[in-house]
C-alpha cells in the first residue's frame, strides 16, 4: 500500500465507482511538486478491478516538450487502442466504419493515428478519440465504465489552444457518463489552468488537494514499516525536508 494514502485511496475509489452507475465522477487532484501526486495515481489506477478501463497520460512523457494538443491525443488514442481486442465488437465497428473512410479520405490508420494527421483534421479525429474510452466500455462487455487520468496538467499551460482543448475534452466527458477523468496538477501551478478546467466543466469538479505528510505522520511510518531504522534528530530533519 502507498505510504499513508489509505484515505485517499478509499475515497477515490468510493467515487470512481460512480461511474459503473452512469455517474462518471471528475476530479481535479492538486498538491504541491514531491508531494506524491503521480504515485497515488498510479496506485488509484493499479487497485480498480479488471472491468474498469484504465488509461495513464503523464504529459511530462510526451517526447514534445511542449506538447500540444495533437500530441496528447495520440498518446490518448495509442494508449486506448491497446485495450481493443481484434474480436471486439468496437474493433469491427471501427475498422470498417471510420477506419475505412480515413484510410480512403487521409490515407491514416484509425488504430494508429499520429499528431500531425490529426493535428491537420483536428475536429474529426479529436472527436473520434475523445469519445474512444466511451465507445469501448459500450462495445466490450469486459468493461463497464474507464477511468481516464491526466497527469501533470500544468502543460496544458503551454498549449497555444489550451482552453479550446479542455473544452473540447469536457463537452466529451459529458457525453460519457461512464468515463472519469482524473486530472492532477502542481498546485503551484493550478491557479488559472483550474480556473479553466472548472470553467470548461462548469464548477462540477471534484477536488483532491493532497497534503504533505506532518513530521509526526513520517514519524509514525517509520516506527511501524521499518522500526529496526533509528535516525538522529539531524537524519530525520534531512529525510523529511
Keep these: 500500500m502507498l505510504l499513508n494514502r489509505e484515505n485517499e485511496i478509499r475515497q477515490l475509489n468510493s467515487v470512481l465507482k460512480l461511474a459503473e452507475s452512469g455517474i462518471a465522477p471528475k476530479i481535479l487532484m492538486t498538491g504541491y511538486r514531491g508531494v506524491g501526486k503521480t504515485s497515488l495515481l498510479k496506485e488509484i489506477l493499479k487497485s480498480q478491478p479488471e472491468n474498469v478501463l484504465t488509461v495513464h497520460i503523464d504529459l511530462s512523457e510526451i517526447q514534445n516538450a511542449r506538447p500540444k494538443a495533437e500530441d496528447v491525443l495520440e ?82 499551460g503551454g498549449m497555444d489552444d489550451a482552453e479550446q482543448f479542455i473544452s473540447m475534452i469536457a463537452k466529451s466527458a459529458a457525453n460519457q457518463p461512464e468515463v472519469a477523468y482524473i486530472f492532477c496538477v502542481s498546485l503551484a501551478n ?41 535516525l538522529t534528530d539531524e537524519g530525520f530533519e534531512m529525510l523529511y525536508t
Excluded: W
Excluded at 493515428?113 to 469519445?131: G, H, Q, V
Excluded at 488537494?209 to 506532518?214: D, E
Design 75 to 156: 498518446e490518448l488514442c495509442r494508449n486506448l487502442v491497446k485495450k481493443i481486442n481484434m474480436n471486439d465488437e468496437i474493433y469491427l465497428k471501427i475498422k470498417y466504419g471510420l477506419g475505412n473512410y480515413i484510410q480512403s479520405h487521409y490515407n491514416a490508420d484509425v488504430f494508429n493515428l499520429e499528431s500531425e494527421t490529426i493535428r491537420k483534421n483536428c475536429p474529426m479525429f479529436a472527436r473520434f478519440i475523445l469519445e474512444l474510452a466511451g465507445n469501448i466500455v459500450s462495445g466490450c462487455e469486459r468493461y463497464d465504465s474507464a477511468v481516464i487520468a491526466f497527469d501533470e496538467i500544468e502543460l496544458f
Design 190 to 230: 493550478s491557479c488559472k489552468l483550474t480556473d479553466m478546467i472548472n470553467e470548461a466543466f462548469k464548477s462540477r469538479m471534484l477536488e483532491l488537494i493532497l497534503k504533505p505528510f506532518t513530521k509526526k505522520e513520517t514519524e509514525d511510518y517509520l516506527e511501524k514499516c521499518i522500526p529496526d531504522v533509528n
